[in-house]
């Protein structure tokens, strides 16, 4: 079966900070992504943090509603369409996943303070829990470092 799901705790920084480090992984293992909001608002808060979470650089992407979502190595998003072919989904601010399926690799990314994305992660994780899927739970260390815990 298809479609592991990690499940990320933000309780030390916040997504702004952990979100290009997890995409730049992404990017050097050769994956696109699609990131998946349920905000159109996020969307442009997520276009800023990737146009300067590193002072040298910045990640490549596009959003879902522009030309050329196909081209894009990120895809920022408010569906889980995968219209750049990504291996792997970024899903935030509590969405509903699918189709873990039609990735290699499903994040859900969750903040410490967000009681409806916490109640909608530990649903998720139960019933990925129950169908037999592989899952893993990733909680941030005193230093920042994630360490997986289950």
């Not at 490549?60 to 920022?76: K, W």
């Not at 899903?91 to 039609?102: F, K, M, S, T």
Request: aromatic share 8%; hydrophobic share 40%.
């Amino acid at each position: 079966m298809a479609g592991e799901l990690w499940f990320y705790h933000l309780e030390r920084t916040t997504l702004a900070d952990a979100l290009p480090e997890l995409l730049e992984k992404t990017l050097e293992k050769g994956w696109r992504a699609l990131v998946r909001t349920g905000h159109a608002d996020h969307i442009k808060a997520l276009e800023s943090t990737l146009w300067t979470a590193k002072e040298d650089s910045f990640l490549a992407h596009g959003r879902a509603d522009e030309p050329d979502p196909d081209r894009q190595p990120i895809l920022l998003s408010l569906t889980e369409d995968n219209l750049n072919k990504a291996q792997i989904l970024f899903a935030l601010d509590g969405v509903d996943v699918e189709n873990p399926d039609g990735f290699e690799r499903v994040c859900v990314m969750f903040d410490a303070s967000d009681e409806p994305a916490i109640a909608a992660s530990r649903a998720l994780w139960k019933q990925a829990k129950a169908d037999g899927r592989s899952i893993a739970y990733w909680q941030q260390s005193i230093e920042g470092r994630w360490e997986k815990k289950a």
